[in-house]
């Protein structure tokens, strides 16, 4: 019995050591010829590689000016946006959608330097990528802006 377990360790062993060197030597085929390896279909990874997100800093008016003197730098927030202002009694509240979920609040400026022209609110600058960043300022034009804290 003793034996037999012996042989199958060594057995084993064996084919480890030679799983491990087919291992050792497609890496070292991958490193050699990147380009080859990436079109061999065999070598293809689930993963797919994204380009890094471009973050950029959008200024965003929100229209209660009390809720962005709760912020502080490095927050993460929830930007909603109303379309239209308050209902009026009897109607319907407005629809409301998330716009930029999680932002980074990277500046909330004072508010003398922030002087509220007819709409009214606060500013706040919150670090998103390009894209949200371009839907905030879409959707600041049209609606009013809140923020959540998350």
Same mark, same amino acid.
Not at 10 to 34: C, I
């Given at each position: 019995?003793? #034996? ?20 050792? =030597?497609?890496?070292h085929?991958?490193?050699?010829? !990147?380009?080859q390896?990436?079109?061999?279909? #065999?070598? #293809? ?11 950029v800093?959008?200024?965003?008016? *929100?229209?209660d ?14 930007? *909603? ?5 308050? !209902?009026? !009694? =009897? /109607? /319907? ?6 716009? &930029? ?9 004072k ?8 709409? =009214?609110? &606060? ?5 998103? !990528? ?9 959707? =600041? ?10």
């Amino acid at each position: 019995m003793a #034996a037999g377990l012996a042989m199958t360790a060594a057995a084993l062993a064996a084919s480890g050591a030679r799983d491990a060197g087919r291992a050792g =030597g497609a890496a070292h085929a991958r490193s050699q010829a !990147p380009d080859q390896a990436r079109a061999d279909p #065999a070598d #293809a990874s689930p993963r797919r590689e994204r380009p890094p997100v471009e973050m950029v800093s959008a200024p965003v008016r *929100i229209a209660d000016a009390a809720t962005v003197r709760l912020l502080r730098r490095g927050d993460r927030v929830d930007v *909603i946006a109303a379309a239209g202002g308050p !209902p009026m !009694p =009897g /109607e /319907e509240a407005p629809d409301a959608r998330v716009v &930029a979920a999680g932002a980074r609040v990277a500046d909330v400026p004072k508010v003398r330097e922030t002087s509220a022209g007819e709409g =009214g609110g &606060a500013l706040v600058v919150l670090s998103v !990528p390009r894209t949200t960043a371009a839907a905030l300022a879409g959707v =600041g034009a049209t609606s009013q802006l809140a923020v959540t804290l998350c």
